[in-house]
């Protein structure tokens, strides 16, 4: 009787954990970009207007906003003026620093040609002998390159159960081991401590010359 007590409580938790965690991540985010209403005045908000709120306005407004922003932009009047912002952010020390990183790490995730994270490596972290998972995030500098007389890949360690944080190193080409496996699968092992092995971790490896 415990045992298949047991059983579905373990069961009724697969599914309501999972579905739980998904529907407030959503809600996180759909709160986030709602309260862009935020940046309107207070006389043109609908409460002051309507005199009720209009849930997800807010979400109206931002892809509104994105949308208008990229179609001025693309222009050559909009081009001209984002250059010239741009120049003057980077007369700002610390602002400069914050915006250029940014600037470039979207630029790139965001890319059609962008060839970052759809690769995932088996590496040995942080000694022989004991391996890791590791994501391919680009060619190391080439600066690096003549340090070390090897060509080197970059390669983003993810830490677990969260895999924003994690460590970035520079690799020999031949050091690493290339997993045929999806990268969304290689990101559940990880977030999920070892514990859901995906089908397509069962695969076979194939050496990365």
Do not use: C
Not at 17 to 35: H, Q, S
Not at 167 to 187: C, G, H, K, S, W
């Amino acid at each position: 009787m415990f045992a298949k007590l047991r059983k579905f409580i373990i069961t009724g938790l697969l599914i309501w954990i999972p579905l739980g965690i998904t529907i407030l991540v959503i809600k996180l985010l759909v709160d986030l970009l709602d309260k862009t209403i935020l940046l309107l005045p207070p006389s043109w908000r609908p409460e002051a207007l309507l005199g009720f709120d209009i849930p997800g306005l807010g979400i109206f407004i931002s892809a509104i906003v994105i949308f208008v922003t990229g179609f001025i932009l693309t222009n050559f009047v909009g081009r001209r003026l984002i250059k010239w912002a741009e120049k003057l952010l980077d007369r700002i020390p610390l602002v400069r620093s914050i915006y250029s990183a940014v600037k470039q790490v979207t630029a790139t995730v965001l890319s059609p040609e962008n060839e970052t994270f759809n690769e995932v490596f088996l590496i040995e972290y942080p000694r022989k002998e004991i391996w890791t998972l590791g994501f391919k995030t680009g060619d190391s500098p080439k600066a690096f390159e003549k340090v070390t007389g090897e060509e080197l890949l970059t390669i983003f360690v993810p830490t677990t159960p969260n895999p924003t944080s994690g460590f970035i190193l520079y690799i020999p080409r031949n050091d690493v081991t290339e997993l045929d496996i999806d990268v969304e699968d290689a990101l559940k092992l990880v977030m999920s401590l070892g514990v859901v092995t995906p089908e397509t971790v069962q695969k076979h490896t194939k050496e990365h010359h």
